[in-house]
Protein backbone atom coordinates (compact mmCIF):
# COMPACT_ATOMS: atom_id res chain seq x y z
CA UNK A 1 0.00 0.00 0.00
CA UNK A 2 1.25 3.74 -0.87
CA UNK A 3 0.11 6.09 2.23
CA UNK A 4 0.34 9.84 1.30
CA UNK A 5 0.38 12.83 3.58
CA UNK A 6 -0.11 16.34 2.33
CA UNK A 7 0.92 20.10 4.01
CA UNK A 8 1.60 23.27 3.60
CA UNK A 9 -1.93 24.72 3.11
CA UNK A 10 -3.78 27.75 4.81
CA UNK A 11 -5.15 30.89 4.42
CA UNK A 12 -3.33 33.28 2.23
CA UNK A 13 -4.11 36.45 0.24
CA UNK A 14 -5.18 36.74 -3.34
CA UNK A 15 -1.56 37.29 -5.46
CA UNK A 16 0.13 35.39 -2.29
CA UNK A 17 2.02 32.21 -2.75
CA UNK A 18 2.08 28.57 -0.85
CA UNK A 19 3.79 25.15 -1.31
CA UNK A 20 2.22 22.00 -1.13
CA UNK A 21 3.82 18.92 -0.07
CA UNK A 22 3.21 14.76 -0.56
CA UNK A 23 5.03 12.70 1.07
CA UNK A 24 4.17 9.21 -0.11
CA UNK A 25 5.32 5.77 2.45
CA UNK A 26 7.54 4.66 -0.95
CA UNK A 27 9.50 5.64 -3.41
CA UNK A 28 8.13 7.72 -6.14
CA UNK A 29 10.12 5.82 -8.52
CA UNK A 30 7.69 3.24 -8.61
CA UNK A 31 4.42 5.74 -9.23
CA UNK A 32 4.54 6.62 -13.05
CA UNK A 33 2.68 9.70 -12.21
CA UNK A 34 1.75 11.62 -9.60
CA UNK A 35 -0.77 13.96 -9.09
CA UNK A 36 -2.73 17.20 -7.53
CA UNK A 37 -6.01 17.60 -7.59
CA UNK A 38 -8.74 19.84 -5.90
CA UNK A 39 -11.96 20.30 -4.93
CA UNK A 40 -13.55 23.74 -4.34
CA UNK A 41 -16.52 24.24 -2.18
CA UNK A 42 -19.85 22.49 -4.23
CA UNK A 43 -17.69 20.98 -7.06
CA UNK A 44 -16.23 17.76 -8.15
CA UNK A 45 -12.65 17.15 -7.45
CA UNK A 46 -10.62 18.31 -10.23
CA UNK A 47 -7.00 17.80 -11.89
CA UNK A 48 -4.84 20.55 -10.60
CA UNK A 49 -1.23 18.74 -12.24
CA UNK A 50 0.87 15.54 -13.12
CA UNK A 51 4.30 14.83 -12.88
CA UNK A 52 5.62 11.27 -14.90
CA UNK A 53 8.75 9.64 -13.31
CA UNK A 54 10.34 11.50 -16.80
CA UNK A 55 9.66 14.82 -14.84
CA UNK A 56 6.87 15.33 -17.48
CA UNK A 57 4.39 17.79 -16.10
CA UNK A 58 1.04 18.61 -17.11
CA UNK A 59 -1.32 21.28 -15.65
CA UNK A 60 -5.07 22.38 -15.92
CA UNK A 61 -5.44 25.41 -18.13
CA UNK A 62 -6.89 27.39 -14.92
CA UNK A 63 -3.22 26.63 -13.21
CA UNK A 64 -1.21 27.30 -16.55
CA UNK A 65 1.54 29.52 -16.04
CA UNK A 66 1.03 30.06 -12.17
CA UNK A 67 1.62 26.46 -10.50
CA UNK A 68 4.74 24.30 -10.67
CA UNK A 69 4.62 20.41 -10.02
CA UNK A 70 8.25 19.14 -9.06
CA UNK A 71 9.55 16.36 -7.15
CA UNK A 72 12.43 15.20 -4.80
CA UNK A 73 12.92 11.38 -5.68
CA UNK A 74 15.07 11.06 -2.86
CA UNK A 75 12.81 12.68 0.05
CA UNK A 76 9.88 10.90 -1.87
CA UNK A 77 7.81 13.54 -1.90
CA UNK A 78 5.87 15.75 -4.95
CA UNK A 79 5.58 19.23 -4.60
CA UNK A 80 2.78 22.07 -5.80
CA UNK A 81 4.22 25.45 -5.93
CA UNK A 82 1.48 28.07 -6.30
CA UNK A 83 2.02 31.52 -6.76
CA UNK A 84 -0.21 34.52 -7.80
CA UNK A 85 -3.30 32.58 -6.00
CA UNK A 86 -7.06 33.56 -6.87
CA UNK A 87 -10.10 33.12 -4.96
CA UNK A 88 -11.14 30.16 -6.72
CA UNK A 89 -8.21 28.40 -6.57
CA UNK A 90 -9.87 27.68 -2.75
CA UNK A 91 -10.18 24.19 -2.21
CA UNK A 92 -9.08 21.19 -0.54
CA UNK A 93 -6.01 19.91 -2.44
CA UNK A 94 -5.21 16.19 -2.41
CA UNK A 95 -2.11 13.94 -3.51
CA UNK A 96 -3.16 11.17 -5.87
CA UNK A 97 -0.97 7.78 -7.00
CA UNK A 98 -2.07 5.45 -9.23
CA UNK A 99 0.03 2.06 -8.40
CA UNK A 100 -1.18 -1.19 -9.63
CA UNK A 101 -4.19 -0.56 -10.82
CA UNK A 102 -5.15 1.04 -7.75
CA UNK A 103 -5.38 5.13 -7.02
CA UNK A 104 -4.10 6.01 -3.69
CA UNK A 105 -5.03 9.89 -2.10
CA UNK A 106 -3.96 11.90 0.95
CA UNK A 107 -6.22 13.04 3.67
CA UNK A 108 -6.08 16.76 1.86
CA UNK A 109 -5.48 20.19 2.96
CA UNK A 110 -7.14 23.14 2.55
CA UNK A 111 -6.36 26.22 0.98
CA UNK A 112 -8.12 29.11 1.37
CA UNK A 113 -7.31 32.42 -0.76
CA UNK A 114 -9.50 35.41 0.82
CA UNK A 115 -8.34 38.85 1.74
Known amino acids: QVQLVESGGGLVQPGGSLRLSCAAS????????MGWYRQAPGKERELVAT???????NYADSVKGRFTISRDNAKNTVYLQMNSLKPEDTGVYYC?????????WGQGTQVTVSS
Open 51 to 57: ITTGSSS
Open 96 to 104: NAPLLGFSY
Open 26 to 33: TSILTINA
